[in-house]
């Protein structure tokens, strides 16, 4: 009873109890599209809703796909990394006999759901991490999951991680196709000249606006704004030009990402090398470990992603012998460059 009464209580109050129906609602009318043979992926898709994201998006896939319509699953900690999984949708996409959901654990994002057959929404994972949890839901709608639907489960986890599999005929037959899906607001993407090599030209000096706040290391992912779920850009490389990632270029960092953050408090810049995520940039000039020609990579996650093209331009330049130009300006001035 007392367990009962707990998970009740965020209905004692007004806005747990409005959430609550909201969430509800949502899921009554997901779960009659679904029905029709709708993929519950390509609706959360869609409906690019906060409120659906994240942990609420795992209640709807364990009430609608594991509960109500019994859907196959099958789970694994990836034992490989997978750099591209959007390249994966055409093999899934083959796969008309069965209906298919991936669900990823991301490490600062979340819980992230995909449509496994379109590679726009395989894209929203990223690079796929060793160690992290997926899992694969696959069914028929509202037609009885059967083996077949198991087997799928099994060999698309296989995909993930790499392994080359062979569809049996019976998977490529069937009326499980894709259809084409358009989020709601779109998401402004980065364009392609990202990643052009760096301005050999420095930037005009840096105007020092008001009084930025303290470099924070990336802690957590920024919650979302009413424009939609939080999501997560590829990483993108920069490569370092200086002989040496030195205190300059570091500092030069700092201030670009800061500046980056004064404009667009809702984001968040999370910064890699060596494929592990580095939660203090300073680090990154311990023992002069990073050189010329490394790569040092970046990725942006918010709701209404924007300046990734300029952010990358002026990492490059931080990286370069031309890091002086953003050292301009007050210490506790925040530069504006975006």
């Not at 919650?223 to 200086?242: D, E, F, I, K, L």
């Not at 924007?306 to 370069?320: F, I």
């Amino acid at each position: 009873m007392a367990k009962e009464l707990a998970n009740l209580e965020i209905l004692s109050q007004r806005p747990g109890f409005n959430s609550a129906v909201r969430h509800i609602k949502k899921t009554i009318a997901i779960m009659e599209d679904a029905e029709n043979r709708e993929n519950l992926a390509d609706m959360l898709f869609e409906a690019d809703d906060e409120e659906m994201a994240g942990d609420r998006a795992g209640l709807v896939l364990s009430i609608l796909l594991t509960d109500k319509m019994k859907y196959k699953t099958v789970s694994a900690n990836l034992e490989s990394v997978v750099a591209e999984p959007a390249s994966l949708a055409k093999e899934f996409e083959k796969w008309k006999a069965v209906d298919l959901v991936a669900a990823y654990h991301h490490p600062e994002m979340g819980l992230l759901v995909a449509n496994p057959k379109i590679a726009e929404e395989l894209a929203s994972f990223g690079a796929l991490r060793k160690r992290e949890l997926l899992v694969v839901y696959a069914g028929k709608g509202s037609t009885p999951a059967d083996g077949e639907c198991q087997k799928a489960a099994e060999l698309a986890i296989k995909l993930f991680e790499g392994v080359k599999v062979k569809a049996p005929p019976a998977l490529l037959r069937g009326s499980f196709t894709v259809r084409k899906v358009k989020q709601q607001s779109a998401e402004p993407r980065a364009p392609k000249a990202v990643r052009k090599a760096p301005r050999r030209q420095a930037p005009t000096a840096p105007v020092a606006q008001r009084a930025a706040p303290p470099v924070v290391t990336q802690a957590a992912v920024p919650a979302a704004s009413a424009s939609g779920p939080v999501r997560m850009t590829p990483r993108y490389a920069v490569v370092v030009q200086n002989e040496l990632f030195h205190n300059g270029n570091v500092e030069a960092w700092k201030r670009i990402v800061a500046s980056y953050n004064n404009k667009y408090p809702n984001l968040q810049v999370f910064i890699y090398y060596d494929g592990e995520r580095i939660l203090d940039i300073n680090s990154l000039f311990k023992w002069g470990k990073v050189k010329h020609g490394s790569a040092i990579e970046f990725a942006v996650a918010g709701s209404d992603i924007k300046d990734v093209a300029k952010l990358q331009r002026y990492l490059a330049q931080g990286a370069s012998h031309q890091f002086e130009a953003f050292l301009r300006g007050p210490v506790n001035t925040a530069l504006r460059l975006f």
